[in-house]
């Protein structure tokens, strides 16, 4: 994770001169632990990515995301660590979820986006491995949104996971049940399998 790309004033001073010349706002109200999952909903557009990363480096943010690790090899593996990927062996008999509590776990401060769709296409239901990372981490949730109806990305509150996902995942539908996705159609439930 050393190689990743630090945010400093001249990256932040050019995403916030970009998000003013492109007329999007950003909305951010910094979580103060040094250690949290960034939820990054709704997610139906490449787009997401782009705008993440200009509220990231407009923040000051310090951001990881997960990918598999095909694509971390040779020749874009510098590349996507640069860009602040953590690679995850989906074939390990470690699950997924204990692997990223790990990273958590071995960290003094880490921030690791996680769309919970899991896609750009409409799904079902959330995907539950960003709540259980932050349950079995014991770090909080930020609510990371990217709303282009109103043309603002930035994070809300946190939410603290209570181990009761029913409850809070009614608390996470209060708060993205406004925010419109690229791509409205493809927007999903907030809902759990």
């Known amino acids: 994770m050393e190689l990743s790309l630090q945010p400093n004033s001249l990256f932040q001073l050019l995403a916030k001169t970009i998000l003013r010349i492109i007329s999007w706002k950003l909305d951010v109200t910094l979580p103060s632990a040094q250690k949290y999952v960034l939820v990054g909903a709704p997610h139906t557009s490449n787009l997401d990515f782009f705008y993440t990363f200009l509220m990231a ?18 020749p874009f593996g510098g590349l996507m660590r640069w860009l602040g990927g953590i690679p995850v062996n989906r074939r390990s008999s470690n699950n997924f979820v204990q ?3 790990d990273f958590y776990n071995q960290s003094d401060r880490l921030i690791i986006a996680i769309a919970p769709e899991g ?3 409409k799904a079902d239901y959330w995907k539950t491995g960003f709540y259980y990372i932050a349950l079995g981490a014991r770090v909080p949730i930020a609510l990371g949104f990217i709303d ?6 930035g994070i809300g509150p946190c939410l603290y996971p209570s181990g009761d996902i029913q409850s809070d995942f ?10 419109t996705g690229r791509h409205p159609e493809k927007q999903g439930e907030i809902r759990i399998k």
């Open 57 to 74: 480096h407009a923040s000051g943010i310090h951001l990881h995301w997960i990918g598999k690790d095909s694509l971390f090899r040779w």
């Open 99 to 101: 692997q990223i509590v």
């Open 119 to 121: 896609t750009r296409g």
């Open 148 to 153: 282009y109806g109103e043309r603002v990305v």
């Open 170 to 179: 009614v608390r996470l539908n209060e708060f993205y049940g406004g925010v």
